[in-house]
T-cell receptor, first 114, second 110 residues
Framework: AQTVTQSQPEMSVQEAETVTLSCTYDTSESDYYLFWYKQPPSRQMILVIR??????QNATENRFSVNFQKAAKSFSLKISDSQLGDAAMYFCACVSNSGYALNFGKGTSLLVTP | NAGVTQTPKFRVLKTGQSMTLLCAQDMNHEYMYWYRQDPGMGLRLIHY???????AKGEVPDGYNVSRLKKQNFLLGLESAAPSQTSVYFCASSFGPGLTFGSGTRLTVV
């Protein structure tokens, strides 16, 4: 089983600035996947970015990128050029390659100010 | 493609009443899941299924039952609702790593 910790319950960023959301995880597996999901006020869970643990290269999706530090079991999300539409709850999650369900952190609420 | 569809979207129950939440997916996914989301708790797994006719317990299964009689449907039942089951319930499905979520059901037990 994996445990996922998000130590920042709330974060705030100004529009156009950059913000980094932290996530650490614990797993005994050698092969696993990491995810960031976004949940806007609409409640819909939206996949932001995915990282395979065997890949050394950090995943990027447009303005979203991760800093994956496997030895430190850290998986932070960087949002560049923040937009008002980025305001949401962000959840970090982990699943082993042999598992099924994702294990989620408790989430970070991101506020974007004009 | 509709993806993952949950019904109903909102429901209010009285303590002791029963109800069933329906989840349907049209992506031919093998795996399906039920999570609950509570403030400050993230998403916690209730039950899951790795194929038609199979179910398994997750992290918080007490007070819930599930059935997967057809591959595309995954039902979550509350036999005797309690205020502690007030939550937002999410269904999800997957074929490999990564989940596709439904839009959630907000359930209030009074």
């Amino acid at each position: 089983a994996q445990t996922v910790t998000q130590s920042q319950p709330e974060m705030s960023v100004q529009e156009a600035e950059t913000v980094t959301l932290s996530c650490t995880y614990d797993t005994s597996e050698s092969d696993y996947y990491l995810f960031w999901y976004k949940q806007p006020p609409s409640r819909q869970m939206i996949l932001v970015i995915r990282q395979e643990a065997y890949k050394q290269q950090n995943a990027t999706e447009n303005r979203f990128s991760v800093n994956f530090q496997k030895a430190a079991k850290s998986f932070s999300l960087k949002i560049s050029d923040s937009q008002l539409g980025d305001a949401a709850m962000y959840f970090c999650a982990c699943v082993s390659n042999s598992g099924y369900a994702l294990n989620f952190g408790k989430g970070t609420s991101l506020l974007v100010t004009p | 493609n509709a993806g993952v569809t949950q019904t109903p979207k909102f429901r209010v129950l009285k303590t002791g009443q029963s109800m069933t939440l329906l989840c349907a997916q049209d992506m031919n996914h093998e795996y399906m899941y039920w999570y609950r989301q509570d403030p400050g708790m993230g998403l916690r797994l209730i039950h899951y299924s790795v194929g038609e006719g199979t179910t398994a317990k997750g992290e918080v299964p007490d007070g819930y039952n599930v059935s997967r009689l057809k591959k595309q449907n995954f039902l979550l039942g509350l036999e005797s609702a309690a205020p502690s089951q007030t939550s937002v319930y999410f269904c999800a499905s997957s074929f490999g790593p990564g989940l596709t979520f439904g839009s959630g059901t907000r359930l209030t037990v009074v």
